[in-house]
């Protein structure tokens, strides 16, 4: 029977060198990540709920400019984006998130691209498997907010540039597309597309005479042409509202940039990174240190410049939030994935016994031991937890720490059993698999979906979806974070108000933080409540 499976290697071997086989087996990789749920969505309250409704606005009034009635500290890229989806699948989670999912797609493969050029086809195939294992970047690939298709425009940037100085003969294209993406990234995430353009500055300045970028007429033609939506929006803003639809944009930035949120001072990204993307942050450390030794021709100043000047930007920049680090994490997979190829080719030069502990040849032991450590503890953690009661979290660490026992058995098997064929990519492979089940676990059991599940379950009791289906709902005097859930998801609004007093007889309506001595004003009936909020029906009065 076996020699009839003979062809299988040199198939592989065939299907492997294919050109289409890196982009394929990327999105294999990748694309699983994305759709793992638990069958039930929620969107989280803040940010993703806020740009849900916002669209979801735009959708049901037919206004693409201001449906809120006042002005807007956002330009409305990603809202008629969001819209557009709404009016193409329907309103849901999913259609709000399906954008960012697309754009993290393009992401990748433009990361894949740029490290093409940059450190090598290998080594890019890594970075963008590594790109897409990051927590916060997967997170935020699978919420509805701007944060992931600027960055593919940020990157999409970067791309055009580098062909066009690789292929001068279509310059002009080239700088009219990487111009059109930077004005575009304005439309869809405002003034913050200043700082990733900033960071761009050292290439585009120092390196300017190699590649003439900053005096091509077409990428201010870009400039211009990518500006167009947005300025006919602020014209039609500027009719409604004159100039404070301007003062609002300008005020807002100058608010995030005079303001600390949650007491992140400017060591928040110094801790928060490696946190949000570990281990890979202190893997790009190392490629960081070894490309710095050895500078990558011709583009050191996108590689290594464009994400140090970003970071140093970000921490000054006064309002620092994780998701503002979002633009560092193709740049930090790019940095790992040559500080790992590095550890695989020590790897795979085995070790002595009398050298010294620290000394290069022992790092992949080190490393090795010490994430099998890891995973020993996360088991260990697990069955406590499990004891406990948590068989959600448990699951998760148990498999996890599972799977970084691999790194440790991989090394030992190797060198101290003498399985030679236990190359460098065997032992990668168990940095990469732990990752990937740990991030497979958290999207299967809802931990990426379904933010809010109280609400949702709320929401879906009988007494209360029959209601919402089948009545227009009023507004009193909502506030607080959890406010825009209600909005987004009651199918049809009525009035806003401040009182239960304004409310017409009968009707039904979302009330917050309403008092005994309040709802006394009018006969009424509560149908149901979830934290400060309680859907009420009025009575006809006796």
């Known amino acids: 029977m076996l020699y009839r499976l003979k062809f299988l290697p040199p198939l592989w071997q065939k299907i492997s060198e294919s050109a289409i086989f890196p982009y394929g087996s990327l999105l294999v990789w990748t694309i699983p990540l994305l759709l793992f749920n638990s069958g039930e969505n929620s969107v989280m309250?803040?940010?993703?709920?806020?740009?849900?409704?916002?669209?979801?606005?735009?959708?049901?009034?037919?206004?693409?400019?201001?449906?809120?009635?006042?002005?807007?500290?956002?330009?409305?890229?990603?809202?008629?984006?969001?819209?557009?989806?709404?009016?193409?699948?329907?309103?849901s989670e999913f259609s709000t998130r399906l954008p960012n999912m697309i754009f993290g797609i393009f992401c990748l493969l433009l990361t894949y691209e740029l490290g093409k050029?940059?450190?090598?086809?290998?080594?890019?195939?890594?970075?963008?498997?590594?790109?897409?294992?990051?927590?916060?970047?997967?997170?935020?690939?699978?919420?509805?907010?701007?944060?992931?298709?600027?960055?593919?425009l940020i990157l999409l940037a970067i791309y055009t540039f580098i062909q066009a100085e690789e292929h001068p003969k279509y310059k002009y294209i080239l700088g009219f597309i990487a111009g059109c993406s930077l004005s575009?990234?304005?439309?869809?995430?405002?003034?913050?597309?200043?700082?990733?353009?900033?960071?761009?500055?050292?290439?585009?300045?120092?390196k300017h005479r190699r590649h003439r970028?900053?005096?091509?007429?077409?990428?201010?033609?870009g400039l211009f042409v990518g500006l167009i939506p947005t300025l006919v929006w602020l014209w039609f803003n500027w009719q409604r509202y004159g100039n404070d639809?301007?003062?609002?944009?300008?005020?807002?930035?100058?608010?995030?940039?005079?303001?600390?949120?949650?007491?992140?001072?400017?060591?928040?990204?110094?801790w928060n990174v490696p946190i949000k993307a570990f281990p890979w942050v202190f893997l790009s450390l190392l490629g960081l240190f070894l490309v710095i030794r050895r500078p990558v021709p011709n583009y050191q100043l996108i590689l290594v410049g464009f994400p140090v000047v970003l970071f140093g930007e970000l921490s000054i920049f006064s309002t620092r939030l994780s998701h503002y680090s979002l633009p560092l994490h193709p740049f930090i997979a790019l940095l790992a994935a040559v500080g790992l190829d590095w550890l695989g080719r020590v790897y795979e030069l085995g070790y002595t016994k009398k050298k010294h502990l620290l000394q290069k040849a022992n790092i992949p032991r080190i490393l090795s031991y010490?994430?099998?450590?890891?995973?020993?503890?996360?088991?260990v953690a697990s069955?406590?937890?499990?004891?406990?009661?948590?068989?959600?979290?448990?699951?998760?660490?148990?498999?996890?720490?599972?799977?970084?026992?691999?790194?440790?058995?991989?090394?030992?098997?190797?060198?101290?059993?003498?399985?030679?064929?236990?190359?460098?990519?065997?032992?990668?492979?168990?940095?990469?698999?732990?990752?990937?089940l740990a991030l497979a676990m958290v999207g299967s059991l809802g931990l990426l979906s379904d933010y809010n599940p109280n609400y949702r379950a709320f929401l879906h009791q009988s007494a209360i979806a029959s209601i919402l289906q089948t009545h227009p709902i009023h507004f009193v005097n909502m506030g607080g974070k959890n406010a825009v859930l209600l909005r987004f998801y009651t199918p049809t609004h009525g009035q806003r108000v401040?009182?239960?007093?304004?409310?017409?007889?009968p009707s039904y309506a979302w009330v917050y933080k309403a008092t005994p001595s309040q709802l006394s004003s009018r006969p009424h009936r509560v149908i149901g409540s979830i934290q400060d909020y309680k859907l009420i029906q009025i009575l006809p009065s006796k």
Request: hydrophobic residues 50%; glycine residues 8%; contains cysteine.
């Open 184 to 206: 575009l990234g304005f439309l869809m995430r405002s003034f913050m597309i200043v700082l990733p353009t900033v960071a761009l500055s050292p290439y585009l300045i120092v």
């Open 45 to 91: 309250a803040h940010d993703e709920g806020l740009y849900a409704w916002r669209a979801r606005q735009m959708y049901d009034s037919g206004d693409w400019v201001a449906p809120w009635g006042n002005t807007h500290h956002k330009t409305p890229g990603f809202y008629w984006l969001v819209a557009a989806f709404y009016k193409l699948l329907g309103i």
């Open 383 to 436: 069955i406590l937890v499990f004891t406990w009661g948590d068989r959600k979290y448990s699951l998760i660490g148990f498999i996890v720490g599972l799977s970084w026992l691999i790194l440790p058995i991989v090394w030992d098997m190797r060198h101290r059993f003498g399985y030679k064929f236990l190359t460098a990519n065997y032992w990668i492979a168990g940095w990469l698999i732990p990752c990937w």
């Open 245 to 270: 639809s301007f003062a609002a944009l300008f005020g807002f930035v100058v608010e995030l940039g005079s303001e600390e949120r949650q007491g992140n001072n400017f060591i928040f990204y110094f």
């Open 370 to 379: 010490a994430f099998g450590l890891l995973g020993f503890l996360l088991i």
């Open 498 to 505: 401040e009182t239960i007093t304004q409310l017409p007889t």
């Open 117 to 152: 050029i940059m450190i090598g086809k290998k080594l890019a195939w890594l970075a963008s498997a590594i790109l897409s294992i990051e927590f916060l970047w997967l997170q935020y690939c699978r919420l509805g907010t701007p944060d992931v298709p600027t960055i593919f």
């Open 213 to 221: 970028h900053l005096t091509n007429p077409c990428l201010y033609l």
